[in-house]
């Protein structure tokens, strides 16, 4: 059984009662009795911290967009409240108990303890200005005198591949085709990939990722120009169009450094988890 988040769980709660905004407001105001410090309410005397209610406000803010106001907040403490009367009687009726919520409470327990161990244990290698250098350096050096802007449209059989390819001799945008058959991630986008640069002639493993077969083929287009064929990239068939092409242009070191650190800290992070996990299965008796 999957339960709604904390958003989802007051909305829901709040509709469950039939109660508006102004509703939620008028019973957060009904405490008379003064409050401990740092505490926003209390409820058959637990506590609603002020620390849990300004993250309310700010998840509000965001998720709804609207300002930060003072009925804004009177309605945010209202759902707290609410909220806590329903955990209460949840309680008292001993829901804790269930299964469901049980396998929920455990989920959340590993999760948290797995992240928080693994926080603790796995410590990359820190990145050095030298790398950093080392591999704008490397970079720069894979780049060619041009960049292309390319369009792909990348489909699962040489039928769809012929069907786009008549479509696009009918006179049909490439955007829309790619939205309607492409099966890559660039879809959404209408087929459309970053600024690409390499050298020419294109050689295996110096196309800055692309697929071989896609970088020949921008190589070969003049701009605008789709290839008449769809090209093979493993299983798939894939319509290439050259966007635009313009001189290589290659960010200074300062421009890039911090991109760069960014990039080499995830590498380092994802080598010492991979070691991390490696040795956690080393010395562990598995049966399977």
């Not at 009904?30 to 505490?39: G, I, K, R, Y």
């Not at 620390?51 to 406000?57: H, S, Y």
């Not at 008292?92 to 693994?118: D, I």
Request: charged share 20%.
């Amino acid at each position: 059984m999957k339960f709604p988040n904390r958003t989802s769980f007051v909305a829901m709660s709040a509709l469950c009662m039939g109660l508006t905004a102004p509703a939620f407001a008028q019973l957060a105001s009904a405490t008379v009795a003064s409050l401990p410090t740092s505490t926003v309410a209390t409820v058959n005397g637990v506590a609603i911290p002020q620390t849990q209610f300004d993250e309310a406000v700010r998840i509000a803010v965001q998720t709804t967009h609207q300002p930060d106001t003072p009925q804004l907040r009177q309605a945010v403490k209202g759902q707290l409240i609410a909220r806590e009367l329903f955990r209460q009687g949840a309680e008292k009726a001993g829901y804790g108990n269930k299964p469901e919520v049980q396998q929920v409470v455990n989920a959340a327990k590993a999760n948290a303890e797995s992240e928080l161990y693994l926080k603790d244990n796995i410590r990359p290698e820190p990145v050095t200005d030298a790398q950093v250098k080392a591999r704008y350096d490397e970079i720069v050096a894979s780049l060619g005198k041009d960049e292309f802007r390319p369009r792909i449209i990348a489909v699962a059989d040489a039928m769809t591949a012929a069907t786009v390819l008549s479509e696009l001799k009918a006179g049909k945008s490439f955007d829309v085709l790619a939205r309607q058959y492409s099966t890559a991630p660039s879809k959404a986008a209408g087929g459309e990939l970053p600024w690409v640069s390499f050298k020419t002639p294109v050689m295996e493993g110096k196309t800055s990722g692309l697929p071989l077969p896609i970088a020949q083929a921008l190589s070969n287009l003049p701009v605008g120009g789709v290839t008449p064929e769809p090209v093979s990239v493993g299983n798939t068939r894939v319509i290439v169009k050259l966007d635009a092409k313009r001189p290589t242009q290659v960010p200074t070191f300062e421009q890039a450094r911090d991109a760069i650190r960014q990039q080499l800290q995830g590498l380092a992070l994802q080598k010492a988890s991979a070691q991390f996990t490696t040795d956690l299965f080393r010395n562990a008796t598995i049966q399977q």
